[in-house]
């Protein structure tokens, strides 16, 4: 199958529809794109489970290290005022995992915005497609109208005119037949009138989707990023009480994160499989949803030198027809006119409406040409195989080095939370406030002394 134009399945569509599958089962599934099938469902839906499992290790490694950490932590020294050794590592390894998170939001807002401007790419040519359709179908009723009503007034005024002259009547009524021809050929050239899939809702749904899709993670990115910013404020004004909320929050933004890694790799793969050979399954999705027959859809999907045009012969018939009606018309001028002067007017008439028919149907010609649909084919397929596709690879990165980022602030948070000063929680009091301890106990030292 020839493929659209500017699109080649990238290294990454290769490299992903190359990875093994398998089934609930852990049964080989086969890489094709199916995604009514049971067995291919499963296998997607293990590529997800496997960010559960991966959640479910780093739940554990976190909570062993925890414990690890309060319950093997040597006693301190009574009147022990410095800190033990290893409390700067520690504060440092943390600052080190939030600037890695701050650099996965990043990435996390460029692969954001690069699957919008796929999927936005996927839209537009669906609407452009529309657009096309549309036209065809509005041109087709436009012409058959009016090759109708020629046929209903002027030509009907010019056989009742020339009764006289059989001969004439003969050739006016032949080019009746004619235009009664065109009218019949044309109308089967309305191929998308009735199809009950249309490319503007198709294109209404994936935008609200991607609408909601893009909004959800621009909030997982600002929570993740307000994270990580409250804990380097937090560690910086060693305040127990914020480092304590920033580390329930971490735990919150762990969980989403491998949420979302699951869903993106699941995508991803799925993705790929759809985009290392996409012309057969929207062959038959695109057949089985309209109903059109299997040379109209390969002429446009496919458009090549070896698929044949399926409206070649009306076409062909429609330009003879045409061509023999303005012969007919140029003998009836010349021939009918001198005898019947009121046979100019019809005969005018219908010249004028044969000029504007021709001039659409040149126009039809052009739509009907499968470079048109399959040029809005192939930048879909570069928005959703490119782009999206793109953007899905970053967001995955970004939940990777979110999720390792967050699982090492978590173990930093609590041994950075013990080394913070007893004197944390009047860290915040004024020194002048008479209800500071400090400036408390000042006070009655000094009544004492009086």
């Known amino acids: 199958m020839g493929a659209p134009p500017g699109y080649r ?23 094709a794109f ?24 780093s739940l554990i490694f976190i909570a062993v290290y925890l414990i690890r950490f309060c319950c093997c932590r040597p006693p301190e020294p009574p009147g022990a005022k410095s800190p033990p050794p290893g409390g700067g590592c520690v504060t440092w390894n943390c600052i080190a995992a939030l600037l890695v998170g701050c650099a996965g939001i990043g990435i996390g807002f460029y692969g954001n915005s690069e699957t919008s401007d796929g ?41 009742e005119v020339l009764t006289q002259r059989m001969e004439l009547v003969a050739a006016a009524r032949g080019a009746r037949r004619q235009a009664e021809t065109v009218a019949q050929q044309l109308q089967g050239l309305a191929f998308w009138r ?18 909601y899709r893009w ?70 999705l695109t057949q089985e949803e309209t109903g059109l027959g299997s040379d109209i859809l390969n002429y446009y999907f496919l458009c090549n030198q070896a698929v044949s045009n399926p409206f070649q012969q009306r076409l062909t018939l429609s330009q003879r027809a045409l061509a023999n009606i303005h012969s007919q018309l140029q003998g009836l001028e010349r021939e009918a006119v001198p005898q019947f002067p009121s046979a ?22 052009a739509l009907l040409h499968c470079r048109g649909l399959h040029k809005d084919y192939g930048a879909a397929l570069r928005g959703l195989c490119e782009d999206t596709l793109e953007g899905l690879l970053f ?3 970004f939940s990777l080095l979110s999720a390792g980022a967050l699982a090492t602030i978590l173990c930093s948070l609590p041994r950075a939370w013990a080394l913070f000063p007893p004197s944390d929680d009047y860290e915040d009091t004024d020194d002048d406030d008479p209800f500071n301890p ?13």
């Not at 199916?34 to 290790?57: D, F, I, M, S, T």
């Not at 009735?194 to 609408?211: I, K, M, T």
Request: net charge negative.
């Open 9 to 31: 399945p990238s290294a990454w569509v290769h490299l992903l529809h190359q990875l093994p599958r398998a089934d609930f089962q852990l049964r080989p599934v086969p890489s």
């Open 34 to 57: 199916a995604p009514h099938e049971r067995e291919y469902q499963q296998a997607l839906l293990l590529v997800a489970a496997l960010a559960g499992l991966g959640l479910g290790l």
């Open 119 to 159: 999927v936005s790419q996927l839209s537009s040519a669906l609407l452009h497609a529309n657009h096309t359709l549309t036209a065809i179908d509005h041109l087709v009723l436009e012409m058959v109208e009016r090759l109708d009503e020629a046929v209903r007034t002027e030509l009907t005024t010019l056989e």
């Open 194 to 211: 009735g199809v009950p899939l249309s490319p503007v809702q198709v294109a209404e749904d994936v935008s609200f989707v991607e609408e």
């Open 215 to 284: 909004l959800a993670y621009v909030l997982l990115l600002l929570l993740e990023l307000l994270v990580c910013l409250f804990t380097l404020l937090g560690l910086a004004r060693q305040s127990k009480w914020l480092v304590i909320v920033m580390t329930v929050m971490s735990l919150l933004v762990l969980v989403l994160s491998w949420g979302s890694m699951g869903l993106e790799a699941a995508t991803a793969v799925g993705l790929s499989d759809f985009c290392s050979s996409p012309d057969s399954y929207i062959l038959n």
């Open 344 to 365: 100019q007017k019809p005969v005018l008439s219908l010249e004028e409406t044969l000029n504007v028919t021709e001039g659409s149907f040149h126009q039809l010609v």
């Open 395 to 397: 967001l995955l990165l």
């Open 438 to 450: 400090q400036e408390s106990k000042r006070f009655v030292q000094w009544q004492s002394s009086i």
